[in-house]
Structure formats: structure tokens, C-alpha cells
């Protein structure tokens, strides 16, 4: 498939846009760096066959995160997958370097010094662990609603899911978070 030269600027630009955000969802439900790769690489051909129909730059997001979703969900129910032994995070994976720098959140640390810097990074891979440990409904609910910063109808929409869901299983989420986070911190 060929692309004339603007559309290859459009493209990339889009992939710019929605590259990590897509990667990190893709990440936290298929805990797999390649996997995660194949799969933003699929949702932009994806893209690319689609030929720009969309409404609106929310409808554009929603249609990326729902085809990501749907993509991730076909991997996790290949053969290849389903044959895989499931990882499981525990304590002595959450060294410094025990998940790939681009499935960690961004904060800004600028205004710190490195002692503070140092403690911010420590502490979201810890909630970066505890978020990953989550079964997965309550997982991509989390990390749609504080990562992507997407509102429950929104999410609602992206799931495929009855917004009374969306809000429950939030709440649910946070819980066990909360439990998850409550006995690390204690040790």
C-alpha cells in the first residue's frame, strides 16, 4: 500500500500523537513488550485502511483505544498465547528496571533533586506493579480512567461496557489497589 508523502506526515503524526498511549494500554493488558509493539503496530494499519472516517478527534481516540483493546484481547486468545505461561508480578520484580521505561507513567520531576526524582520513579513502579497485578477488568478500567484520563462514559463507550459497570469496577479497582498498596507499605 502506497502513501503519497502528506499522508505519511498525517500518519506519523498520529502515531506521534497516539504511539504511547497506545503502547502503554496494550502493556498493562498484555504484560509483553513485543506484544504491546505488534499490537499498536496492527491498530495503525488498522488506521490506515480506515482512511480517516471519523467525526471528531474524541471519536478518533475512542476508535483507536477500542481497536487496541480488541487487538490486545486477539492476542491474549491466540495459541501462541494461551500456551505462554502467565507472569505474574511479584516483589522482586519491581527493581529498578523490572518494567520497560516507556510503560512507566510520565510526571514531571524537573522542579526536584535527584534524592526526590529517585523516590518519585521508585514509587510508580511500585503503583505501576500493584496496577499490573489487578485482574484485568479492573486494570483497564484504571488505567483508561487515570492514564488516559478518560470519563466513565467515555471508558463506558471504549469497553463496551454499561457505565454502572465502568463505575464499579473502578471502585473495585481502587480497593484492591488500596489493599495491594496498604500491605507493601507496611512490610
Not at 78 to 102: I, L
Request: glycine share 4%.
Amino acid at each position: 500500500m502506497a502513501m503519497e508523502g502528506s499522508d505519511e506526515r498525517d500518519l506519523q503524526l498520529k502515531i506521534d500523537q497516539y504511539g504511547d498511549m497506545l503502547f502503554k494500554l496494550s502493556y498493562m493488558r498484555l504484560q509483553n513488550v513485543q506484544d504491546a509493539e505488534d499490537v499498536v503496530q496492527e491498530v495503525f494499519y488498522q488506521y490506515c485502511k480506515s482512511a480517516g472516517s471519523f467525526q471528531s478527534p474524541e471519536h478518533e481516540k475512542a476508535w483507536l483505544l477500542k481497536v487496541t483493546m480488541n487487538a490486545c484481547r486477539k492476542v491474549r486468545r491466540s495459541a501462541w498465547s494461551r500456551h505462554r505461561s502467565d507472569w505474574q508480578p511479584t516483589d522482586g520484580d519491581m527493581r529498578e528496571g523490572a518494567w520497560p521505561e516507556e510503560a512507566v507513567p510520565d510526571i514531571n520531576t524537573s522542579w526536584q533533586g535527584p534524592e526526590e526524582a529517585a523516590f518519585q520513579n521508585e514509587e510508580r513502579r511500585h503503583l505501576l506493579g500493584a496496577v499490573l497485578a489487578l485482574p484485568a477488568r479492573y486494570r483497564d478500567v484504571i488505567h483508561l480512567f487515570y492514564y488516559e484520563e478518560l470519563s466513565v462514559k467515555e471508558i463506558a463507550k471504549v469497553t463496551g461496557r454499561a457505565e454502572s459497570t465502568v463505575t464499579s469496577q473502578l471502585t473495585r479497582g481502587r480497593e484492591l489497589l488500596r489493599k495491594s498498596l496498604r500491605s507493601m507499605y507496611e512490610m
